[in-house]
Structures are given as C-alpha cells and as structure tokens.
C-alpha cells in the first residue's frame, strides 16, 4: 500500500523522501517515482511522515530509534491499535510533533488509482494542515475525532468487512448445497438488497474462480478483528456477532494466515461442511 500512496505525492510538486526496511526497494521506488530514497534518520526529518506499516509496534520501534524533528507531522496509515496511538501522541507532542492516526481503506488497486478513503483522528488544527497533503493518494478524507478515532473506526470497518464475507460465504454454501448455480446466484444478490462491496469485488474474483489473490493479508484482518473486540472489552457493550465472527476466522493459525489473502478464510468453512464454493 504504502509504495502505490507514496508514488502520488511528488505530483504535488513537493520534495518526496522514502525509506523502507528493504533499502533495495527504496531505491527502485526513487527510480519508478522520480522520489528520494534516503536514511531512516533523513526521513525523519521531513516536515510531513508518513508511516504505513503493519503494527502500532512497528511505528513505536521507529520513533524509539529516531525522532522526528519539532513542527513535523506524523501521519500514520498504519492500520493501528487506538490505544497506541493516544500513547505516541502524547509523546510526540511533548517534542513539538503532531501525531494523526490516518488508517486508509480501498485495497491495493486503490491506493495505485489514488483513491483511497482515509480515516483521521487526533488533533484537528494539524489534520487541517496535513489534508492537501493526504489528497494526492485518496478521494475521501473524514476527521472522525480524537486520537485513536481514525484507527478505531478502521478496526471495525474491517470487522463489517469479514463479517460480509462469512455471512455470504455461509448463503453460497446453503445454495451449493441446493443445486443452485453460484455465478447466476451471486449476479442476483448484487442487484438486490444483499449487495455488498465483498459480493461485488471479492467472491467471484478470488473465492469462485479459486484464485485467491493475495492483496490483503489474512493475518492483518485477524489482528484488525482483534483490535475491534478489544474495543469492545473496553465497554459494557453485549455485541455477540464480533465475537463469532473473530472465532471464524481465527480458524487458520496465524502464520498460515499471513500467506493466505483474507478471502481464503472461507476455505475453513468449506472444509466444515466439504463444499466447495465454485
């Protein structure tokens, strides 16, 4: 994701540094993208950061190394735990560094079309000044609130998004069952009221052609699921369905799952009841 939204910003005619952990990918991304690659240290000297990473972990591994230089702005894309980011935000505030938690949904295809939609929490002065910036790699930008919103709100977007995905692999396998055709059933339900962005663009083009293509790891999905139950911890709140829905897919171990694009969780359900979804 991360190397498709950096690819836009030198369109804003700004300065565009990279770093990866990989220094060879850096390299061929500055080659593609007329961009900078640099030191993890001259990185974080940008007035500008953005982080796209797997963990909040990852990111506090960062900021312990290096910090960031006072009047910069953090953006995180990390698709990160709520607490996390109260956490470096207060730290990096005491240095003279906003931090925005700004998790990004739309998949790979959307982050190299620019189209991302981008969900912001912290501070509102800085994601006003970040905002054209964020621009070059999305469509839809939304301050959802204080720091850790933006990193909640993506948690349970990608709850809802697995909880799509089983409830529809649960319908096709009732219909399998049946007899009925699944490419003539899916066609039926996305011009009906069972739509959804996973019947629309997931199960026929990864589940029923068997391809699974990997742009979304299963693993990330497991631990964005987590996070949204330990939102739930949190409160009082009795919400049974993410808590099923976390059981389903914690089904393929993780480090299976981290090999395994998100649509093959129902791979698991087909093994239960020894139907194939084709």
């Not at 910090?67 to 990390?78: E, V």
């Not at 850790?148 to 909880?163: C, D, R």
């Amino acid at each position: 994701m991360g190397w498709h939204m950096a690819s836009h910003l030198p369109k804003l005619g700004h300065e565009v540094w990279v770093w990866n952990r990989t220094q060879a990918k850096a390299d061929y991304h500055a080659i593609c993208f007329e961009t900078q690659a640099v030191s993890l240290q001259k990185a974080l000297q940008a007035d500008f950061i953005f982080s796209c990473l797997p963990t909040s972990a990852d990111v506090e591994q960062l900021i312990a190394a290096h910090l960031p230089k006072q009047g910069s702005i953090w953006i995180d894309c990390t698709s990160g735990v709520p607490e996390a980011a109260k956490k470096i935000s207060q730290s990096l505030k005491k240095i003279g560094v906003e931090y925005l938690d700004a998790p990004v949904s739309g998949q790979t295809i959307g982050a190299e079309r620019g189209t991302l939609t981008v969900m912001i929490g912290g501070d509102a002065h800085a994601f006003a000044q970040a905002k054209p910036i964020i621009s070059a790699f999305s469509t839809l930008i939304e301050y959802v609130g204080e720091s850790g919103s933006g990193f909640a709100v993506k948690a349970i977007n990608n709850t809802l998004m697995a909880t799509h995905l089983w409830a529809l692999a649960e319908g096709l396998t009732v219909l399998k069952s049946k007899g009925v055709d699944l490419s003539a059933a899916l066609n039926c339900i996305n011009h009906s009221s069972g739509k959804s962005s996973i019947s629309e663009n997931i199960m026929a083009q990864r589940v029923l052609n068997r391809s699974f293509d990997k742009t979304f790891a299963l693993d990330l999905l497991q631990k964005d699921i987590a996070i949204a139950i330990d939102l739930i911890q949190q409160t009082a709140l009795q919400l049974p369905s993410m808590h099923l829905i976390q059981q389903q897919f914690a089904r393929i171990e993780k480090k299976q799952a981290s090999q395994l694009d998100f649509s093959a969780a129902v791979q698991s359900l087909e093994q239960m009841n020894q139907i194939e979804l084709r």
